[in-house]
Each structure stands twice: as structure tokens, then as C-alpha cells.
């Protein structure tokens, strides 16, 4: 037989489970259900409906008679010592019967083609998990602002290049596109072995790894999109929720994020700023001039550099003007995820309470 027509027949029989966990997702799960439908693959959709009290029922009630390859399912109860994403995931799974198991959130979008291209590269690299970074849909001020600096910030502490290299120690993958091997996935333990993680992505990609398992962890505009949060507030509890586990429950890190952010970002560019205006009243003299054009000229270096880190994830290049905002906003929230972890004890998502043990 051809090598050629060996890998199309290859091809033609993978199949993948895409399984999608819902709480309170009626504006996005359609958008969900339809984009993965549609991917060449793709043999069956169970979207786990968990405890959803406002139209995401109806939603999957309506769309489970026009798209045959869906199945939803209704949780009634969170059972202890669960996180609910994880229970959700889990249940999801069991039922699942694909040799490959994609695991996506209820908020994204698929691009046409993307799971056949995921696919190639995972075999074509005997991959055990693929996690992709989706593309951000962003349209408030917030999103546009802190978002993105974020981003920046997770792509320095969780290198593309470092875990997808298998002699790294690093491990990460986005719970927003997930997939993994079945046959891995139940070796690892699946969602039941961190069902009480908040950060479960991230544990399952470390335990895949631990495992000699081979990750390829991606910038995947290209593949796939999200808008994550629809208002601030929710913004604010999502990223509260999980910066102070990505950085590892290490305090001085954040804290010197904090300080780099606020210095080099929003301090230095508004002294720069405000030393020009001042001068431009009659006041200050020479040293003045030089603090001025200094901060001025660190600034200009920054906000390069800001927009290389834009570009290489990913992220429209217009974004970078809000760069100063977003550091302002970044050093706050760096704050209030170690307050939720190491004063409150309790993080709090989607009308939910977990422990928080810092």
C-alpha cells in the first residue's frame, strides 16, 4: 500500500469526542455546538448541562434535534470534594467513546478545518495532548486592556517552545481547547484525578508529562476563538480565580510582575508625560528635561517590546495602545488574586464557593 494512501485512510479513521461542559452558557453554547459539529472528525458532542438555571437547556433542548451528533446532559448536584468544570469534564468523558478526547468551554468558536490540522500535528508529532491558546474576542475597554497584558504576562511563565519541548519539566495546557489521547487520558486519572483543582488544565498537563507522555502546547488564533467574560465584574472573579495558581502560589513572582507592570508600564509613562507638561507651563528646569526624556524613552522601549509580545501571540497590534491601562489594571488584579487566596481562603465562579488554600 502507498505511504500516501496509508496516512489517508489513517486519517479517515480517527474519531474524537468533543465534550463540553455548560453552566449558564445560552449565548454561547450554539456558536459552540455548531463550530465543533461542523469539523471533520468529529463523532460525537456531549455537552454536560451543569446546573444551568437560566435558557442553556432550552438551547441544547432545540439544537439536539437538528444536529444528530449531539447528546446533552443535565447535572442536578455538584458532589463533594468536586470542582464543577472537573465533574462536569468527567461525566462528559465517561460517556464519551472517541479515541481522542477534545475538551473545549461552551465560549468558544471553531474555525473551519481546525480539528483535522490539530489532529495531523499531534500525529505527526505522536502527541498524547494538544492544548491550543485561542484567539481573544475583545470589545470592551476592559477586555482590550487587561486581557491581552495578561496574556504577555502567562507567556512568559509558560513558554510555548519549553512545554512542547519533552525534555522540559514544563507543563501547561488551556482547558479552552484540550485534547488528549483517550488511552492517556484514563492512564492520568482523567478529571477524577483533579477533580479538585481549580487550575485542572494546567495538573492534567503536568500529569500527562510526569507520565512521559508528549505534549504540543500553541498560539491557536488561527484554529480557534473565544470571548471569555462579558462584563468586568466576571472578568475580574475569572483571572482572581486563577493568576495566583498559574504563578504557582508563588508570592514573589506576582509581586514582581506587580512592580515591573506599575514601574516600567504605567509609572514611567505617565512621570515622562507629566514632566513634559510641566515643562511646557514654565516649570522645572534641566534635570527635569532629562528625567522626562528618560521615562520617555523607557517608555517608547516598553511599549515596543509590548507589541512584539502582541504580535507573537497573536493579538491585533492596536491593542498595544492600551498598554498603560492594562498595567494598571494587571497590578491590581495580581493583588486581588492573592488577597482571594491568602486573606479570604475562597474564590468564587459562576455562583459557586471553592476553598482557596494558599
Known amino acids: 500500500m502507498a505511504a500516501g494512501q496509508h496516512a489517508t485512510e489513517e486519517r479517515g ?106 489532529l495531523d500535528r499531534a500525529e505527526a508529532e505522536r502527541a498524547d495532548l494538544v492544548s491550543l491558546s485561542p484567539g481573544q474576542q475583545m470589545i470592551g475597554w476592559w477586555e482590550k486592556s487587561l486581557i491581552p497584558m495578561v496574556f504577555v504576562q502567562l507567556a512568559r511563565l509558560y513558554r510555548f517552545e519549553e512545554v512542547s519541548n519533552p525534555a522540559s519539566s514544563a507543563a501547561a495546557a488551556n482547558g479552552q481547547y484540550l485534547l488528549i489521547r483517550r488511552k492517556v487520558y484514563n492512564s492520568v486519572g482523567g478529571h477524577s484525578g483533579v477533580r479538585s483543582e481549580i487550575l485542572e488544565d494546567v495538573e492534567l498537563a503536568r500529569r500527562v508529562k510526569a507520565e512521559g507522555g508528549r505534549i504540543i502546547f500553541l ?11 462579558r462584563s468586568f465584574g466576571e472578568m475580574w472573579q475569572g483571572w482572581s480565580k486563577n493568576l495566583y495558581l498559574l504563578y504557582g ?56 517590546a509590548y507589541r512584539q509580545n502582541l504580535a507573537r501571540l497573536g493579538f491585533d497590534l492596536a491593542l498595544a495602545k492600551y498598554q498603560v491601562l492594562g498595567a494598571g489594571l494587571l497590578g491590581l488584579l495580581l493583588m486581588s488574586s492573592v488577597r482571594e487566596y491568602r486573606l479570604s481562603g475562597q474564590v468564587r465562579w459562576k455562583g459557586r464557593r471553592y476553598s482557596a488554600k494558599g
Not at 498560539?219 to 467574560?229: K, S
Open 13 to 118: 479513521r480517527r474519531v474524537v469526542s468533543v465534550i463540553i461542559p455548560a453552566r449558564n452558557e445560552e449565548e454561547n453554547v450554539e456558536r459552540a455546538v455548531r463550530s465543533v459539529s461542523a469539523q471533520k472528525g468529529v463523532q460525537e458532542i456531549v455537552v454536560v448541562d451543569d446546573e444551568s438555571t437560566d435558557g442553556t437547556g432550552a438551547v441544547l433542548e432545540r439544537l439536539e434535534k437538528e444536529i444528530r451528533l449531539l447528546r446533552s446532559i443535565r447535572l442536578e448536584v455538584l458532589p463533594e470534594g468536586w470542582i464543577g468544570k472537573n465533574h462536569a469534564a468527567a461525566v462528559g468523558a465517561e460517556v464519551a467513546a472517541g479515541e481522542w478526547l477534545l475538551f473545549t468551554d461552551a465560549d468558544t468558536e471553531h474555525l473551519p478545518g481546525s480539528l483535522e490540522a490539530v
Open 219 to 229: 498560539p491557536g488564533p488561527r484554529w480557534v476563538r473565544t470571548r471569555m467574560y
Open 249 to 304: 502560589r508563588k508570592l514573589w513572582p506576582m509581586l514582581k510582575s506587580f512592580a515591573e507592570a506599575w514601574t516600567f508600564d504605567l509609572l514611567v509613562p505617565v512621570g515622562g508625560l507629566a514632566g513634559c507638561l510641566l515643562i511646557a507651563a514654565g516649570f522645572g528646569g534641566g534635570a527635569m528635561f532629562l528625567g522626562a526624556l528618560l521615562c520617555l524613552a523607557v517608555a517608547v522601549v516598553r511599549h515596543r
